[in-house]
């Protein structure tokens, strides 16, 4: 999984059991430093100092450290992300991803997380919300071909369609 996703900022392999942090790779060096303490623990702190915006960053921290991470994956919950302004990308947003396996040599919990920048998609994202916001009712692509009609957005002033 580390090497499955080569247009990551960064991917790190953390044993959460263990509480150990390692095997990380980006091309952006104050991405890797949040291995440099060695503890998942450590990883989860210096990562939120990376969240620009105070109320992701709080979300963050509420749910991605081991003591949660540890109980959803007991409760079978193995896939999270969380996309926020990043501090490592000049003005842009990222989205981070955690998979929870169980390594099946030791029984110890570990996840594999990835970063990808989405500022791209987020501003398209933005673009369509203001739109359908200010200007118009919906946003819908027609694909006479194949018969399809798909809404896009929709503006919060429609109660329903």
Same mark, same amino acid.
């Given at each position: 999984?580390?090497?499955?996703?080569?247009?990551?900022?960064?991917?790190?392999?953390?044993?959460l059991?263990?509480?150990?942090?390692?095997?990380?790779?980006?091309?952006?060096?104050?991405?890797?430093?949040l291995?440099?303490?060695?503890?998942?623990?450590a990883?989860?702190?210096?990562?939120s100092?990376?969240?620009?915006?105070n109320?992701?960053? /709080?979300?963050?921290?509420?749910?991605? /450290?081991r003591?949660?991470?540890?109980?959803?994956?007991?409760?079978?919950?193995?896939?999270?992300?969380?996309?926020?302004?990043?501090?490592?990308?000049?003005?842009?947003?990222?989205?981070?991803?955690f998979d929870?396996?169980?390594?099946?040599?030791?029984?110890?919990?570990?996840a594999?997380?990835?970063?990808?920048?989405?500022?791209?998609r987020?501003?398209?994202?933005?673009?369509?919300?203001?739109?359908?916001?200010?200007?118009?009712d919906?946003?819908?692509?027609?694909?006479?071909?194949?018969?399809?009609?798909?809404?896009?957005?929709?503006?919060?002033?429609?109660?329903?369609?």
């Amino acid at each position: 999984l580390i090497n499955s996703n080569s247009k990551a900022l960064g991917t790190f392999r953390l044993n959460l059991t263990k509480n150990w942090c390692g095997e990380g790779k980006s091309s952006v060096k104050s991405v890797m430093r949040l291995q440099n303490a060695g503890t998942a623990d450590a990883f989860f702190e210096s990562a939120s100092k990376l969240i620009e915006d105070n109320a992701i960053q /709080n979300r963050y921290i509420e749910n991605f /450290n081991r003591g949660k991470l540890l109980e959803d994956f007991r409760n079978g919950k193995t896939h999270f992300t969380l996309e926020y302004p990043s501090r490592t990308v000049d003005g842009g947003w990222v989205m981070v991803s955690f998979d929870l396996v169980q390594n099946p040599a030791t029984g110890d919990v570990e996840a594999i997380t990835y970063a990808n920048v989405i500022t791209e998609r987020k501003k398209n994202q933005q673009i369509i919300q203001r739109v359908t916001n200010d200007k118009c009712d919906y946003i819908a692509l027609v694909n006479i071909e194949n018969e399809i009609f798909e809404f896009k957005n929709v503006s919060k002033n429609i109660k329903s369609i």
